[in-house]
């Protein structure tokens, strides 16, 4: 009896993710500079990305808190920068995010639709100005200014919480848990008579999401050196993670992370070459997409390889 050949995909892709993790291990030695900002920047957006599909991709929720818990990542290493180690800080501005996010998940994931985005994006606004008033009342100072470290040293912290943050959406994809935010999404009414507990899955994703944007924003602060509530709880940050995650498509796990590396690295193009005008061509180029591409650039992948299995099996 002939042992069955495995599937080729359960083979080349897990190869070629850690050829690619392998190349951006090297990246540093091989080209210092810019291209190590160029691409930590691009991995700071994917984390960002990646983490707000992780909850609101299954469940249909959207959130507009990324820069509340990006925000939290930040003061917490401006506040203990002193006093922690590096890896301390990250793991501390992501625990401290994720408290927040489950203090506010449980206080407003009963809400639906557009009122839970109005409130995550007043969550954004109350931080900030509940930051300022603290920061000008008591410190006497509106902005702080942190220990900086070393391009290379943000670049590895920043490509160990991603290779964290993509183990974490894959088991959590292809768990039950997986399988129940996909059935909340679908029909709330229904996964809560099928027995699934939905305020409290709703909770702890939204938590676990808020870790890995509160880690990045720990190690952004340092990359930043210096931070105000204006800085630290951009509004922008939590717009961006939304349209680069349609941008890519939310119908697989590698759609968010195409969508945010290619939209960065094209606004980070734009500004540096059209910097009066990059608004203008991104707005364009973002109608250009929802109306040709419609299911983001996961839609374009497919379909091209539907032509490319169909042209295959034609010429057989």
């Not at 507009?64 to 006093?83: E, K, W």
């Not at 999404?185 to 944007?213: C, P, Q, R």
């Not at 061509?281 to 983001?296: D, H, Q, S, W």
Request: glycine letters at 8%; aromatic letters at 14%.
């Amino acid at each position: 009896m002939k042992t069955p050949w495995p599937d080729p995909r359960k083979v080349w892709v897990p190869a070629l993710l850690l050829l690619f993790f392998l190349l951006l291990a090297v990246l540093p030695r091989a080209r210092p500079g810019y291209t190590v900002v160029l691409v930590y920047t691009i991995v700071m957006y994917v984390i960002l990305t990646v983490s707000w599909a992780l909850f609101s991709g299954p469940t249909g929720y959207i959130s507009l808190a990324p820069a509340a818990f990006f925000g939290v990542g930040i003061y917490a290493s401006a506040i203990l920068g002193r006093s922690l180690p590096l890896p301390a800080l990250v793991c501390v501005g992501g625990l401290i995010s994720a408290c927040v996010a489950l203090v506010v998940g449980a206080v407003t994931l009963r809400l639906r639709g557009i009122y839970f985005a109005f409130f995550t994006f007043g969550l954004v606004e109350l931080l900030k100005n509940a930051v300022l008033w603290y920061e000008v009342r008591y410190t006497g100072t509106r902005g702080r200014f942190l220990i900086p470290v070393s391009n290379n040293t943000v670049y590895y912290v920043l490509l160990g919480i991603l290779v964290a943050l993509l183990l974490t959406a894959y088991l959590i994809r292809r768990s039950r848990y997986g399988l129940a935010l996909q059935s909340i999404g679908e029909d709330e009414e229904a996964a809560a008579h099928a027995g699934v507990n939905v305020t409290l899955l709703k909770v702890m994703t939204f938590a676990v999401s808020a870790v890995f944007i509160g880690a990045a924003g720990a190690i952004w602060a340092v990359r930043l050196t210096y931070i105000d509530p204006y800085i630290a709880f951009d509004p922008l940050n939590s717009f961006l993670p939304v349209l680069m995650a349609i941008f890519g498509g939310l119908g697989e796990l590698y759609g968010p992370i195409l969508g945010a590396a290619a939209f960065s690295y094209l606004r980070e193009i734009l500004i540096t070459r059209f910097a009066y005008h990059y608004m203008l061509l991104m707005g364009i180029i973002l109608l250009v997409a929802i109306l040709y591409l419609p299911n983001g650039l996961v839609g374009l992948v497919q379909r091209w390889h539907q032509r490319a299995w169909r042209g295959r099996h034609a010429n057989t």
